[in-house]
């Protein structure tokens, strides 16, 4: 789901230079000793201990071994793991001085390691690679490889080796996957009502929507504290670049789109990209955009959206910002000045190829790799994605329908269903397939919900037959990319707010495409495009 907490860690190799060979971890984070066990089956008639490093959020136990889900995996198993456990802000920084120090656990479990960081930890020696331990112990994770054959494409890195396991998270397919538009627009229908407005169809009529919200005091308190339109002017789901998409190819977080021919576009530099900018500027210039998107935070965002000030504003889930009300819903996309309407694919997908390494100081590959395979059991990932069921001590994500052994959800009653889950669930690799809903278990509702309004308000305008897929690039392609990324994106995203607000994106229009270049552009399509080209074969 998108509201899972992704840790943004500083590079490998940055950490790698300034620790140098520090210890960081002494023996709580070391290897565990050989137990020479061969033709593992479950459970063990002698229980042994496995040493894991791991993350979790500072709502859950320190102790991961207080979770029901890990509690029933030790029962079942009889493998007692021994965690060295972060909470999701210190986590990077503690795994990258554990693996700089030499002094490394058997495995990492909710690794988030990227892509650059299993290729340089692979060279350097300290994963090994996995495919063999799949292929012999892990018919688990094979049948999910087998039934979803695309995702062995995606955990394979360039040099044909695998040296993670993943986490895959499918709710919805294609265009009418759930992760397919991030920034949904939440407008407030009870001032259109009070009004007498319709929902409006095209840019123009929501430019006169937004004029209407900021001058005839829609709340009725008389004072003139509407906020028209708001949005946080950063990439992600309360960006307002859906709007982008009544001018041409529109816009996304990673500014990436595949033409259905194949071609993949830098969005930014796109004309559609321009004439969406000057547009965005006649709602600015007429006082309709909140002054603070520019620099505001998340917690401001959120306390005006409390409060019920926004007229039209953006994010993956209203019941986040406005509540699960009948306040605001879901605008459909607005056909342009040309009449061009288009719903922008997010380049997005329930896969994460990091989720868990095994180090090469791991004396017992066959056990470790048997044990991992219990989470790709469909039951298990289930839980192991959302929480569990029975659960006496605190509200459970699931009961247990004895009769079908099917995992429903609960109803959450006002709970927060990202909170409930940080208490009870594992994360780490799983694979949640589409086909596991109505046999394994049902989809949670807020995600029932979501998934209905993709297929009703956003499917039917949505122009691209793709997205731009997962790929594994081979180390120097990610330093390139990297290297070109850090600082054409900041540009991009820097002039953008400036012609939002004075204007001027005609005028630097050319200078602004000359230096797209400068800072690497045509590598960067290259790249991208040779990545997908061979993706795709």
């Given at each position: 789901m998108?509201?899972?907490?992704?840790?943004?860690?500083?590079s490998?190799a940055?950490?790698?230079?300034?620790?140098?060979?520090?210890?960081s971890?002494g023996?709580s984070?070391a290897?565990?000793?050989?137990?020479?066990?061969?033709d593992?089956?479950?459970?063990?008639k002698e229980?042994?201990?496995?040493?894991?490093?791991?993350?979790?959020?500072?709502?859950a136990?320190?102790?991961p071994?207080?979770?029901?889900?890990f509690?029933?995996l030790?029962?079942?198993?009889?493998?007692?793991i021994?965690?060295?456990?972060?909470t999701?802000?210190?986590?990077?920084?503690k795994?990258?001085?554990?693996?700089?120090?030499?002094?490394?656990?058997?495995?990492?479990f909710?690794?988030a390691?990227?892509?650059?960081?299993?290729?340089?930890?692979?060279?350097?020696g300290?994963i090994?690679?996995?495919?063999d331990?799949?292929?012999?112990?892990?018919?688990?994770?094979?049948?999910?490889?087998?039934?979803?054959?695309e995702?062995?494409?995606?955990?394979?890195?360039?040099?044909g080796?695998?040296y993670?396991?993943p986490?895959?998270e499918?709710?919805?397919?294609?265009?009418?996957?759930?992760?397919?538009?991030?920034?949904?627009?939440?407008?407030?229908?009870?001032?259109?009502?009070?009004?007498?407005?319709k929902?409006?169809t095209?840019?123009?009529?929501?430019?006169?929507?937004?004029i209407?919200f900021k001058?005839?005091?829609?709340?009725?308190?008389?004072k003139?504290?509407?906020?028209?339109m708001?949005?946080?002017?950063k990439?992600?789901?309360?960006?307002?670049a859906?709007?982008f998409?009544?001018?041409?190819?529109?816009?996304?977080?990673?500014?990436t789109?595949?033409?259905?021919?194949?071609?993949?576009?830098?969005?930014?530099s796109?004309?559609g990209?321009?004439?969406?900018?000057?547009f965005i500027?006649e709602?600015?210039?007429?006082?309709?955009i909140d002054?603070e998107?520019f620099?505001?935070d998340?917690?401001t965002?959120?306390?005006k959206g409390?409060?019920n000030?926004?007229?039209l504003?953006?994010?993956?889930?209203?019941?986040?910002i406005?509540?699960?009300?009948?306040?605001?819903?879901?605008?459909?996309?607005?056909?342009?000045p040309?009449?061009?309407?288009?719903?922008?694919?997010?380049?997005?997908?329930?896969f994460?190829?990091?989720?868990?390494?095994?180090?090469s100081?791991?004396?017992?590959?066959e056990l470790?790799?048997?044990?991992?395979d219990?989470?790709?059991?469909?039951h298990?990932?289930?839980?192991?994605?959302?929480?569990?069921?029975?659960?006496?001590?605190?509200?459970?994500?699931?009961?247990?329908?004895?009769?079908?052994g099917?995992?429903?959800h609960?109803p959450?009653?006002?709970?927060s269903?990202?909170?409930?889950?940080?208490?009870?669930?594992?994360?780490?690799?799983?694979?949640?397939?589409d086909?596991y809903y109505?046999?394994?278990t049902?989809?949670?509702?807020?995600?029932?919900?979501r998934?209905?309004?993709m297929?009703?308000v956003?499917?039917?305008?949505?122009?691209a037959?793709n997205?731009?897929p997962?790929?594994?690039?081979?180390?120097?392609e990610?330093?390139?990319l990297s290297?070109?990324?850090t600082?054409?994106?900041a540009?991009v995203?820097r002039?953008?707010?400036?012609w939002?607000?004075?204007g001027?994106?005609e005028?630097?229009?050319?200078?602004?495409?000359k230096e797209l270049?400068?800072?690497?552009l045509?590598?960067?399509l290259?790249?991208?495009?040779?990545?997908?080209d061979?993706?795709?074969?």
């Amino acid at each position: 789901m998108k509201n899972v907490k992704k840790v943004m860690a500083a590079s490998l190799a940055t950490i790698l230079l300034v620790s140098g060979c520090s210890n960081s971890g002494g023996k709580s984070e070391a290897a565990s000793k050989e137990y020479k066990l061969k033709d593992v089956s479950f459970p063990l008639k002698e229980k042994v201990t496995l040493n894991f490093m791991t993350q979790s959020s500072p709502l859950a136990p320190a102790d991961p071994n207080k979770k029901l889900v890990f509690k029933r995996l030790e029962e079942q198993t009889g493998v007692h793991i021994k965690w060295k456990n972060y909470t999701w802000d210190t986590f990077a920084e503690k795994r990258n001085l554990a693996m700089a120090s030499g002094s490394l656990p058997d495995a990492i479990f909710d690794a988030a390691y990227s892509d650059y960081d299993l290729l340089k930890l692979a060279k350097d020696g300290a994963i090994i690679p996995v495919e063999d331990l799949i292929e012999k112990h892990m018919p688990n994770l094979k049948k999910v490889l087998e039934a979803a054959p695309e995702y062995k494409g995606m955990i394979t890195a360039p040099d044909g080796h695998i040296y993670s396991f993943p986490w895959i998270e499918e709710l919805g397919s294609g265009k009418e996957s759930i992760h397919s538009v991030d920034d949904f627009p939440w407008i407030n229908v009870e001032w259109l009502n009070k009004l007498g407005l319709k929902m409006p169809t095209t840019t123009e009529e929501l430019k006169q929507v937004l004029i209407a919200f900021k001058t005839k005091d829609p709340n009725g308190n008389g004072k003139a504290d509407e906020i028209p339109m708001s949005f946080i002017n950063k990439t992600g789901g309360e960006d307002l670049a859906f709007l982008f998409g009544s001018f041409g190819l529109g816009e996304n977080w990673d500014h990436t789109v595949v033409t259905n021919d194949g071609k993949v576009t830098f969005t930014s530099s796109d004309n559609g990209y321009k004439e969406g900018i000057k547009f965005i500027n006649e709602l600015f210039k007429e006082g309709l955009i909140d002054v603070e998107s520019f620099e505001q935070d998340w917690n401001t965002y959120l306390a005006k959206g409390k409060d019920n000030r926004y007229g039209l504003y953006f994010t993956w889930d209203k019941s986040n910002i406005t509540g699960m009300n009948d306040k605001y819903d879901l605008m459909p996309a607005l056909a342009g000045p040309n009449g061009n309407k288009n719903v922008t694919r997010t380049n997005g997908m329930g896969f994460d190829r990091g989720k868990m390494v095994i180090t090469s100081e791991n004396k017992n590959l066959e056990l470790t790799a048997k044990w991992i395979d219990q989470l790709y059991e469909p039951h298990q990932s289930v839980q192991n994605n959302w929480g569990t069921y029975g659960d006496e001590k605190q509200q459970n994500i699931f009961e247990l329908d004895e009769a079908t052994g099917m995992l429903k959800h609960l109803p959450l009653n006002g709970t927060s269903p990202w909170e409930l889950r940080q208490k009870t669930f594992v994360a780490g690799p799983l694979a949640l397939l589409d086909e596991y809903y109505g046999k394994v278990t049902t989809k949670p509702d807020d995600a029932a919900w979501r998934l209905d309004l993709m297929k009703k308000v956003m499917v039917p305008d949505m122009q691209a037959e793709n997205i731009y897929p997962k790929v594994f690039f081979s180390k120097d392609e990610l330093d390139r990319l990297s290297a070109i990324e850090t600082d054409m994106f900041a540009y991009v995203l820097r002039k953008r707010a400036e012609w939002i607000q004075n204007g001027k994106v005609e005028k630097e229009w050319d200078a602004y495409l000359k230096e797209l270049d400068r800072l690497g552009l045509q590598d960067w399509l290259k790249i991208k495009q040779s990545g997908y080209d061979k993706f795709t074969k």
